[in-house]
Nanobody, 118 residues
Framework: QAQVVESGGGLVQDGGSLRLSCKAP???????????INWYRQAPGKQRELVAS???????HYADAVKGRFTISRDNSRKTAYLQMNSLKPDDTGVYLC?????????WGQGTQVTVSS
């Protein structure tokens, strides 16, 4: 099964940092480089929201709520993307999901939990 694997979540205090990783499944490594990589988060009682994305040309986009605090990057040689999260706030709490997209090809992971305590 082609499943993306996220890791790096955990419990941190307000103001702390975490680095999330998103590893592509082996079966899509041949088409990984042209893919856009998206990080979403799902907080309890809230709609899933797009947090950050990076295109094949490394153009990045961030939600206003995380601009200046989060950085998305990708390492095509490792078929892995990252989300560096600094100055974390309790509102950043949620399940963070990685999505790899290339047209009709769409792959998701199970998510990794991030909890920021006040």
């Amino acid at each position: 099964q082609a499943q993306v694997v996220e890791s790096g979540g955990g419990l941190v205090q307000d103001g702390g940092s975490l680095r999330l990783s998103c590893k592509a499944p082996r079966m899509i490594t041949s088409v990984y480089n042209p893919m856009t990589i998206n990080w979403y988060r799902q907080a309890p009682g809230k709609q899933r929201e797009l947090v950050a994305s990076i295109t094949s040309g490394r153009i990045t986009h961030y939600a206003d709520a995380v601009k200046g605090r989060f950085t998305i990057s990708r390492d095509n040689s490792r078929k892995t993307a990252y989300l560096q999260m600094n100055s974390l706030k309790p509102d950043d709490t949620g399940v963070y999901l990685c999505n790899l997209n290339l047209g009709a090809s769409d792959y998701w992971g199970q998510g990794t939990q991030v909890t920021v305590s006040s």
